[in-house]
């Protein structure tokens, strides 16, 4: 599932545009739409360091490490990516297309799937309302080890 496909690049740059328009201390930077652009058209869940390897293979302008790491936190604030926490120190990056879905992600190879299951959305709202509790939002991730780790951890055993 490839849910930064769901929103064009049109819509988040408008997105982006609007968000500034409402903060007229932030300044509209050529470099964020071009960091955006390489996480929406990646189609995946990228760490900050996948990003920056992106964007300085692909962009003869130096832009640095710290750059990238203030560039997502402003896209995080501004509601442009969503952040999926793999382990500790693991973040990962998508693009916010506002279409729910949860995750699955291996702590071994950092694999991230994405899933939808409508048992489960039921589930949480049921709950929400045994508790008496205004579910507003929620964030799913499983974590285990994909199938791939796994037959990797089988041969070592052998």
């Given at each position: 599932m490839e849910s930064s496909k769901n929103v064009t690049f049109e819509d988040l740059t408008k997105r982006l545009?609007?968000?500034?328009?409402?903060?007229?201390?932030?300044?509209?930077?050529?470099?964020?739409?071009?960091?955006l652009q390489v996480i929406y058209e990646s189609g995946k869940h990228l760490t900050p360091d996948e990003i920056y390897k992106e964007v300085r293979d692909?962009?003869?302008?130096?832009?640095?490490?710290?750059?990238?790491?203030?560039?997502?936190?402003?896209?995080?604030?501004?509601?442009l990516v969503n952040v999926i926490s793999i382990?500790?120190?693991?973040?990962?990056?998508?693009?916010?297309?506002?279409?729910?879905?949860?995750?699955?992600?291996?702590?071994?190879c950092g694999k991230i799937i994405e899933f939808r299951d409508d048992d489960?959305?039921?589930?949480?709202?049921?709950?929400?309302?045994?508790?008496?509790?205004?579910?507003?939002?929620h964030d799913l991730t499983l974590y285990g080890i994909c199938d791939k780790c796994k037959e990797k951890e089988a041969e070592h055993s052998s």
């Open positions: 545009d609007k968000y500034l328009d409402k903060n007229p201390k932030l300044r509209k930077s050529d470099r964020r739409k071009y960091i692909k962009d003869d302008e130096k832009i640095g490490i710290s750059t990238v790491y203030r560039t997502l936190s402003f896209f995080e604030d501004a509601g382990g500790q120190d693991t973040k990962r990056y998508e693009i916010n297309s506002n279409t729910h879905h949860d995750h699955m992600a291996c702590l071994r489960i959305e039921a589930l949480q709202k049921e709950i929400a309302k045994k508790h008496d509790f205004k579910l507003l939002d």
